[in-house]
């Protein structure tokens, strides 16, 4: 299953908020690849360790 709805900045340049996902279980390779598909720059994945790593795709 995944969820989406507004993304949230609680950092100093308030940037706006805007949509997001979360795709339990997906694997990194995955992510990039849907990161990619759709023009992303970077994306937040966790393994099982549930530690956010910021991954550039581009």
Same mark, same amino acid.
């Given at each position: 299953g995944h !969820?989406? !709805?507004p993304g949230n900045n609680d950092g100093p340049a308030r940037? &706006? !908020?805007e949509a997001s996902f979360l795709v &339990? !279980?997906?694997t990194e390779p995955e @992510? $990039? @690849?849907l990161a990619? $598909?759709?023009g992303q720059n970077a994306l937040l994945h966790a393994r099982s360790d549930a530690? &956010? $790593?910021l991954l550039l795709v581009r």
């Open positions: !969820g989406d !709805g940037w &706006p !908020g &339990p !279980g997906l @992510a $990039r @690849a990619t $598909r759709h530690v &956010p $790593r």
